[in-house]
Nanobody
């Protein structure tokens, strides 16, 4: 069992930056691929970024490539999402997710552990 707790959300002006953190409980954090998803009001939850167990491989949705960076520290049981050049359309609740299953990394259904979410609001 893994528990995930996000932090770092807030209100920022367009063009600004935020760094989200997701702390995981348990001793097997390095056994899980991790990802960030987001959900805006009235919309479905969508994939943002994912990182492999060792951190060697990263994946991004097209709209955040070049602006967001996912990383992890397995010694600290933490995954991060550095968000730069934020836009109003990035406004959403951001969720951290983890999976022990190999599969389509961008699929919501692949992930069996989820955090409670943290709100990110970007003003224009």
């Amino acid at each position: 069992q893994v528990q995930l707790t996000e932090s770092g959300g807030g209100l920022v002006q367009a063009g600004g930056s935020l760094r989200l953190s997701c702390a995981a409980s348990g001793r097997t954090f390095s056994s899980y691929a991790m990802a960030w998803f987001r959900q805006a009001p009235g919309k479905e939850r969508e994939f943002v970024a994912a990182i492999s167990r060792s951190g060697t491989f990263t994946y991004y949705t097209d709209s955040v490539k070049g602006r967001f960076t996912i990383s992890r520290d397995n010694a600290q049981n933490t995954v991060y999402l550095q968000m730069n050049s934020l836009r109003p359309e990035d406004t959403a609740v951001y969720y951290c997710a983890g999976t022990s299953v190999i599969g389509r990394y961008s699929s919501v259904g692949l992930y069996n552990y989820w955090g409670q979410g943290t709100q990110v609001t970007v003003s224009s």
